[in-house]
């Protein structure tokens, strides 16, 4: 909104104020309206999950809230961002309700409105965009029919919010993971001059995060809930897409897809197919480490981050080395 208000000359200042607001908003509006979201129960299966029970939760709704603003009021607009700031708010409001219902929604409701918020993401794309993607590392270019695109946008963003929202269960672990993972992707479009509308929406969400990671860092204060995890695997997925190279969602989300991934596997094994892997591992992956390895919330956290960082180095690096030869 600002920016047909004030002159291209003052683009880079813009941006910082755009910075500092969304960091500043995110923390005067979670330390002003954490009294007013729903208390968590304690997660019965989960490890140590009754100790959130009391706090906080849905916070999510709060620093997405704070993106939104801090997108409309700084960020150059055009109408596929404002469509995908619309349907990231549509995937919170849904967590959020999940977050704050007496009875949890069922998972085939959820699957199904997130199938739903995937679909709109892909025919948003295809309008805006063409259907055709990258394979950076090895650099191929290969052109989709859009049908087919659609159907892989539609599993990229679907895997991305339910694994996103499976790896939440460790104070600061997933919003920890997700900066790490859209500042790589920013990296990546810095580097191939890529996702230039999308590219100042990655550093206000990211900072966004961090402004709720302020509360959440070990102790935790309060909880995202799914009102933040699933807006966080939405906006990864969007910003992966706009690179122009989604298949490096693999390598830029990897701990996320692991950590949250494995759980989805194996319980779509064991429901549809009557198959049982990971006998003797806890999914998520998150308890499993503090459960039978005896890793401390903040070992998980660190740990986690610093696999998932060095991924980011070795992607970077790829790239770059691929643009030097070629």
Known sequence: MLHFRISDTYDSLLALAGIIFAFGATVFATHKLQGFLPKDAG??????????????????????????????????????????????????????????????????????????????????Y?????????????????????????????????TSVNVTNCADGVDGLSGT??????????????LLGRGEDFSFLILLFAVCILGYLWYNATPSKLMMGDAGSRSMG????????????????????????????????????????????LKNTRTPLHDHVRKAWG????????????????LAVAVIYGLQQGRAVF
């Not at 404002?82 to 977050?99: E, K």
């Not at 055709?132 to 989709?144: D, G, N, P, Y």
């Not at 993971?177 to 810095?190: E, K, P, W």
């Open 43 to 124: 997660r019965e299966f989960a490890h140590d999950g009754k100790l959130s029970a009391g706090k906080p939760r849905g916070a999510g709704i709060i620093f997405v809230l704070c993106f939104v603003a801090a997108a409309l009021l700084f960020a150059p607009l055009k109408a596929e961002i404002i469509i995908y700031l619309i349907l990231i708010v549509i995937c919170m409001m849904t967590g959020f309700l999940d977050d704050a219902s007496k009875m949890p929604w069922g998972e085939y409701k959820k699957g199904f409105l997130d199938l739903c918020v995937a679909a709109l993401v892909a025919m948003t």
């Open 126 to 158: 295809l309008r805006y965009n063409p259907s055709t993607i990258e394979l950076a590392l090895f650099h191929i270019q290969l052109t989709i029919p859009p049908a087919l695109f659609a159907v892989f946008i539609m599993a990229l963003v679907w």
């Open 177 to 190: 993971l997700a900066v790490i993972s859209v500042m790589t992707v920013y990296t990546v479009d810095r």
């Open 234 to 277: 939405l906006f990864i997925s969007i910003a992966v897409l706009k690179t122009g190279c989604p298949v490096l969602y693999i390598p830029i989300a990897l701990v996320l897809i692991l950590d949250g991934g494995l759980g989805l596997v194996k319980v779509a094994l064991l429901r549809f197919l009557k198959i049982r892997i």
């Open 295 to 310: 890793w401390s919330n903040t070992q998980t956290v660190f740990r986690f981050a610093i696999i998932q960082i060095i």
